[in-house]
């Protein structure tokens, strides 16, 4: 069903439509930052703040490069 929030923080009780946006949320309270950059090795708990970072740290649109 879109946009039920079915996924939910056992941590702070936030939800999330998305399995995916839960698991990085997560990131969040176990500090954990699994989105590596393969150009400067800056790490990131969240997946769209690496495809920012390359896109504006080193001119690329695509995650291809996340590890």
Not at 60 to 65: R, V
């Amino acid at each position: 069903h879109r946009g039920v929030k079915s996924h939910g923080c056992g941590v702070c009780g936030k939800s999330f439509t998305q399995k995916s946006t839960l698991h990085d949320h997560l990131n969040l309270h176990s500090g954990a930052r699994p989105y590596r950059c393969s150009y400067c090795d800056v790490r990131f708990a969240h997946k769209p703040a690496i495809r920012r970072h390359l896109k504006e740290q080193h001119g690329k649109t695509t995650a291809q490069n996340v590890l």
